[in-house]
């Protein structure tokens, strides 16, 4: 693999125009593709027959490129390896890198060692993030649903309670682990 290949890249968008066509030609080919079994993408040449089948996730890849242009922003596309420092690890999910490690001790994210170091894969850590995603929002759904209108002040008192406690909690572990 050539150095050019592993450097991040800046793209700007271009004519929206364009990009209107290129989004129209991708939406009408997921809708006529939903009763394909396997959908298949492909890339044309400018010759007839000058063309290469796309993996999905390439052209999953694609289709955010595209939706981000046209909407008037600018796309970074940044290559990542596939096996992760905890250091990586904290900063793709935001997070301290004591809270991986911790993560990572308690069995809540898989991991290999390497000599003294602990690697992640990057699949297990999206899953992570996405299993995480889906708890925050459940948790959301159900604080939302239990809020009574006519309660509101005192679930706002109560959950500022509860973010203090869960950051006093934090401060006590992470304290406790230096």
Not at 20 to 33: I, M, N, P, T, Y
Not at 53 to 71: F, G, I, N
Not at 99 to 116: H, M, N, Y
Request: glycine share 4%; no cysteine.
């Amino acid at each position: 693999m050539s150095r050019a290949a592993v450097v991040e890249e800046t793209y700007l968008p271009s004519k929206v125009d364009v990009l209107a066509r290129v989004s129209d030609f991708l939406s009408a080919h997921e809708a006529a593709g939903r009763t394909v079994p396997e959908p298949r993408y492909f890339l044309a040449g400018a010759r007839p027959g000058d063309q290469v089948e796309l993996p999905e996730e390439v052209y999953l890849a694609l289709r955010k490129v595209v939706d981000a242009m046209r909407s008037g922003l600018a796309v970074s596309v940044v290559p990542q390896t596939t096996r992760l420092t905890t250091q990586q690890a904290a900063d793709l999910l935001n997070v301290s890198r004591p809270t991986v490690v911790k993560l990572l001790d308690d069995g809540e994210i898989p991991f290999e060692r390497a000599g003294t170091h602990r690697r992640v894969l990057l699949a297990d850590l999206l899953e992570y993030r996405e299993h995480r995603r889906e708890r925050q929002y459940d948790m959301l759904a159900v604080t939302r649903d239990a809020i009574d209108e006519e309660n509101v002040a005192q679930a706002l008192e109560d959950l500022k309670a509860a973010r203090k406690t869960v950051a006093a909690r934090r401060a006590a572990r992470l304290s406790s682990t230096d």
